[in-house]
């Protein structure tokens, strides 16, 4: 087991919610982190709140924008690790009522950022580093009705994972694929109603509550430290697949 201390994390999306853990994590194992969203007053906040726990730097740049991304990377220079936790609100329309522009937009975002990412990122990624890609729960449990497209993109992840840790090992790809997480996201997603789905769920689920970003960050940090873990999806979920 490797250690962070002294090594560069890039953590896409690291402004808020599981990126936002996932920054503090790695500063806290050693690392130096740079986190990267689209709103510059809340990288700066982020990164103020951070800033007690190592160094941090917070660039502002849309990932979904190629040149965007390649101007990102190459004023980062080289680095040991990049996480992505970015990701939009998904479509939760059933089949027939689909806005295919909507479909459109969430795999542009979600799996062709994670492709552009990946190959913008390699350039400067040290040889034997890592990529840490989410999923979630979604793949495993899809809403009904209205999972199918979330499903089949977070489903997708793995198998790039897989095939991307053969192209570029030794460098190491894999993939968290947390379950329901406390997170700015899902009052996005389901406003007021948050607490009552939560309670409910929290009652059903083996750990018997909610993540917080601070419980997924290890598994993160987990993917990044193991030189002999590649290629895999690792569930985090508090048994949430099971019920």
Excluded at 39 to 64: C, F, H, N, Y
Excluded at 88 to 94: E, S
Excluded at 116 to 122: G, Q
Excluded at 179 to 196: H, Q, R
Aim: aromatic share 6%; charged share 20%; proline share 6%.
């Amino acid at each position: 087991m490797a250690t962070l201390m002294g090594q560069k994390v890039v953590v896409v999306g690291g402004s808020s919610g599981i990126g936002l853990g996932v920054a503090a994590a790695a500063l806290k194992s050693g690392a130096d982190v740079v986190i990267i969203g689209r709103s510059p007053g809340k990288l700066q906040a982020a990164e103020q709140a951070l800033a007690a726990e190592g160094r941090v730097r917070a660039i502002a740049g849309d990932m979904t924008q190629e040149a965007e991304i390649a101007l990102v990377f190459n004023e980062i220079g080289a680095f040991d690790h990049l996480v992505s936790t970015a990701g939009p609100p998904p479509p939760g329309d059933p089949i027939d009522e689909t806005e295919m522009d909507a479909v459109r937009r969430f795999i542009d975002n979600k799996l062709v950022g994670a492709v552009m990412l990946a190959k913008h990122a390699v350039r400067t990624l040290r040889t034997g580093g890592s990529m840490t890609f989410t999923s979630g729960i979604n793949k495993d449990r899809p809403p009904v009705p209205g999972g199918a497209v979330v499903s089949a993109i977070a489903g997708s992840f793995s198998y790039f994972a897989t095939a991307l840790s053969l192209e570029l090992a030794p460098t190491r790809v894999n993939v968290i694929s947390p379950g329901w997480v406390d997170t700015p996201l899902f009052d996005e997603l389901v406003g007021e109603a948050k607490s009552g789905y939560f309670e409910d769920m929290a009652a059903r689920l083996p750990a018997g509550k909610i993540a917080t970003p601070a419980d997924i960050a290890p598994a993160y940090v987990y993917a990044m430290e193991s030189d002999f873990t590649t290629g895999e999806t690792i569930h985090i979920d508090g048994g949430q697949r099971l019920i």
